[in-house]
């Protein structure tokens, strides 16, 4: 193996794939990145060449062209790789084979010797999927996975609640692509104009690893164009542009969110989005540090958001709000209602309750495509 390249895409492209190679596995080939050289190496049939990475859970492949001076693979440390692409001075980089699986990489006056092992060690990959893939906006797609990523819990024994659920759903003659996650104490839902995403999904509803489609949402970071989504019995395939990601299912059972969702919830307030969550970021500073637990008190034309802190001390904040009903006093985890928050792009936000020991939805004020359902917590 033998080629050429320049030093900051073939940076890029190693930064592209340390989200996935696995350096703790007691695998050691997971840790490292398999590298072939030579015609049709990645999704187009251009010489170049494409790194892999797996975790055995997600697979990412990434392509690029390169020059070409002898064809052939090897598998190497990941991070190292990357740790020496990142203090190579600018200009063309040279990486060729030696005996042993090593490899000697030189930019300039710098020259590294490398030990790798051998490519026939990496695991095989995934099929990519049959058939014509869905085409799904990337905007669109970074915004549903940006709104419910962060409810879904990182808990790896609360198997069926690690991942996000995919699900398509119709509404007034429009075909929308649905994301939903929980932890158990909160939930949020997301709606997003997919035409044609019967291709994908059909009457399936797909559990994806919060990691693994996080993965995929960083697709969307290379700018506009839409991701190819396929999806098998076990895997969900996306690809842009010379990156693919193969992301294994969960074999677990979602729970029946629609159950969860508030419906005598008459109580609401109309609350002021940039000025609430500063308020939640000012009043959080003297949380406690385990529950980060707040109270908002209702009442009038005014929020109050407070919290104490046997340990640290206490803080309020004021702030104006429209509110009609019986006061009402509510504690919840303050960083739960800051994520809620940041999955709303419009300046009002809509907080409908029941009582004290009710779930409380917070949706845009208008928006219907989005809302957060989050269970208060008993604050003495």
Request: net charge negative; with cysteine; hydrophobic share 40%.
């Amino acid at each position: 193996m033998n080629f050429t390249v320049d030093r900051d895409p073939f940076e890029e492209i190693l930064a592209r794939i340390q989200g996935v190679a696995e350096r703790r596995h007691t695998m050691p080939i997971l840790s490292h990145t398999l590298l072939t050289v030579g015609p049709k190496a990645g999704p187009t049939e251009n010489p170049g060449l494409t790194l892999v990475a797996s975790d055995l859970e997600i697979v990412i492949r990434c392509s690029q062209p390169v020059d070409v001076v002898e064809p052939g693979s090897v598998a190497l440390p990941a991070r190292k790789l990357f740790d020496i692409a990142k203090v190579l001075p600018k200009g063309p980089v040279t990486v060729a084979g030696r005996e042993g699986n090593y490899v000697e990489i030189s930019a300039g006056r710098g020259h590294f010797r490398l030990a790798g092992l051998g490519s026939g060690e990496f695991p095989e990959m995934p099929e990519r999927p049959k058939g014509k893939p869905v085409a799904v906006d990337s905007e669109t797609f970074r915004k549903l996975v940006d709104r419910v990523s962060p409810f879904a819990t990182g808990d790896e024994t609360r198997y069926n609640l690690s991942g996000v659920l995919l699900e398509k759903q119709e509404e007034e003659g429009k075909s929308l692509l649905r994301m939903v996650a929980t932890d158990g104490h909160r939930l949020a839902i997301a709606d997003g104009e997919v035409p044609d995403l019967g291709g994908l999904l059909g009457e399936r509803r797909v559990l994806v690893p919060r990691k693994g489609l996080i993965e995929i949402r960083k697709l969307s970071d290379g700018g506009p164009g839409s991701l190819e989504l396929s999806a098998t019995e076990k895997f969900l395939f996306a690809g842009k542009g010379e990156t693919e990601v193969w992301v294994r299912l969960l074999d677990a059972e979602f729970p029946d969110y629609r159950q969860v969702v508030p419906r005598e919830n008459r109580v609401v307030a109309t609350v002021p989005r940039g000025p609430f969550l500063d308020v939640l970021k000012r009043v959080s500073v003297m949380a406690p540090e385990k529950v980060h637990s707040i109270r908002l008190s209702f009442s009038g034309k005014q929020l109050e958001v407070s919290t104490n802190s046997p340990d640290l001390g206490e803080a309020r904040d004021l702030l104006p709000i429209e509110f009609e009903g019986t006061p009402v006093k509510v504690g919840f985890n303050g960083r739960y209602l800051q994520d809620a928050l940041s999955g709303i792009s419009e300046d009002t936000v809509r907080m409908e309750l029941k009582d004290e020991v009710s779930q409380v939805i917070v949706r845009p004020a208008t928006e219907k495509n989005y809302l957060a359902i989050i269970m208060p917590m008993r604050i003495l």
